[in-house]
């Protein structure tokens, strides 16, 4: 019931988005797209493979599929961006490394961004999930079918990193920059935060960091109007069946999280 309440709520969402289009909504606009695993675990941010290839299959016929950097550069230049998505993958798993960048590769998609936490220790922290070697990020970098960049060094939620001391968030950033930076000879300047938490103290400073885009895992499409040390993605994992996944490439994700903050706003009054 919970599934089908869901699918009908996003279909609203759709036709909602759809009808303000007409009247000058923009109905669609670039996408970034969240993954965690891909694979048969049992991980709820988990994508079996048959979907993950199926999904890649539907991009491949619907959307232009850039590197997020490209996506990122377009939108800062107000160029028009709207059939556009882009790939990233946080943690980074055996599986990433593996069937994930093989598949990128077959399908001729440029490098999908993996926000890497660097302490490759197999951890329930992240789902117990099999992680990757350091050769095995190196080769995926150097075949150009995934780039990296920075989740941290332990997966530390910033906001509890920072309450613990400047020093301890620096080092959790820093550190995990280094380190891809050792494995692949990439800069890193773009952060995903770990867990999605982050606060307008943390944001800044990341910036002063000199990192240079911040992304969380709240939903939504991309404009140049977003906070560049906070741009929302569109998560994809266990529960998105195919008909959400389509729904989500358009601006009805962004319709379905107004609805949701007025009902919170509203809960809140009463």
Do not use: W
């Amino acid at each position: 019931m919970k599934k089908i309440l869901k699918n009908i709520f996003f279909a609203v969402s759709f036709i909602t988005a759809k009808l303000a289009s007409f009247f000058g909504y923009s109905f669609k606009r670039p996408v970034i797209l969240l993954y965690h695993s891909v694979g048969e675990n049992n991980s709820k941010y988990t994508v079996s493979e048959k979907n993950f290839v199926k999904q890649m299959e539907f991009l491949k016929r619907n959307k232009k599929v850039v590197s997020l950097e490209e996506l990122v550069n377009l939108v800062a230049s107000s160029q028009k961006t709207n059939n556009l998505v882009a790939i990233t993958i946080d943690d980074g798993y055996l599986d990433t490394v593996d069937f994930v960048a093989t598949k990128i590769k077959e399908f001729g998609f440029p490098p999908a961004t993996v926000f890497l936490t660097t302490n490759l220790d197999q951890s329930e922290k992240l789902g117990g999930i099999k992680r990757p070697s350091e050769e095995q990020i190196t080769r995926s970098y150097n075949e150009k079918s995934l780039v990296f960049e920075i989740h941290g060094q332990n997966h530390k939620p910033f906001r509890e990193a920072l309450l613990e001391g400047e020093d301890v968030l620096r080092s959790e950033i820093l550190d995990c920059q280094n380190k891809i930076f050792q494995l692949t000879g990439h800069s890193s300047t773009f952060l995903a935060y770990p867990s999605g938490r982050e606060s307008q103290e943390v944001r800044n400073f990341v910036n002063n960091l000199g990192i240079r885009v911040g992304f969380g895992n709240h939903y939504g499409t991309v404009s140049n109007l977003e906070n560049i040390m906070s741009l929302p993605r569109v998560q994809v994992d266990r529960d998105t069946n195919f008909f959400l996944f389509k729904i989500r490439l358009t601006r009805a994700v962004d319709v379905a999280e107004k609805i949701k903050r007025f009902f919170k706003k509203y809960a809140k009054r009463r």
